[in-house]
């Protein structure tokens, strides 16, 4: 793994504030290890590892029949105490309908919410549009 410590500092002062924090880039540009840099970062601040959900969208687990319906009954399936819970989302955008899971987790419940992905719909500047607040 190459260490961005530069990325990593740009992110910290943005850790545990109620907005989306959203990486997006080419494909193979390190976003995945910064999501990695990012749990550990969580781990240090003795975040306890079963609040830190880490979830990759774009493995055989997560076919076309995995609904965005699917992913919100499993992300929601972790929380279980009133804590706050971190998701680190990898290329998300593999979930049709991904963009109304996000914001019923950043609006209703104690989360803060990483999102990683490589299309141009993550690059766009319409996601403004599809996420709330932000």
């Known amino acids: 793994?190459?260490?961005?410590?530069n990325y990593l500092e740009k992110l910290r002062p943005f850790i545990d504030v109620k907005l989306d924090k959203i990486l997006a880039g080419i494909r193979r540009c390190?976003?995945?290890?910064?999501?990695?840099?990012i749990k550990e970062e969580l781990?240090?601040?003795?975040?306890?590892e079963k609040h830190i959900i880490t979830r990759k969208y774009s493995n055989e687990d997560y076919d076309k029949s995995f609904t965005s319906k699917k992913m919100y009954e499993e992300l929601k399936s972790f929380m279980v105490d009133d804590n706050k819970y971190y998701f680190l989302l990898d290329e998300?955008?593999?979930?049709?309908?991904?963009?109304?899971?996000d914001n019923?987790?950043?609006?209703?419940?104690n989360?803060?919410?990483?999102?990683i992905g490589s299309n141009s719909k993550l690059m766009s500047n319409e996601i403004s549009t599809?996420?709330?607040?932000?």
């Not at 390190?30 to 840099?37: C, F, P, W």
């Not at 998300?92 to 309908?97: P, R």
């Not at 989360?111 to 999102?115: E, N």
């Open 43 to 48: 781990l240090l601040r003795d975040i306890d």
């Open 104 to 109: 019923t987790l950043l609006e209703n419940y």
């Open 1 to 5: 793994m190459i260490i961005r410590p």
């Open 130 to 134: 599809y996420l709330t607040g932000r």
């Open 111 to 115: 989360t803060d919410i990483y999102v």
């Open 30 to 37: 390190g976003k995945s290890t910064i999501l990695e840099m």
């Open 92 to 101: 998300l955008q593999e979930i049709n309908g991904w963009e109304k899971v």
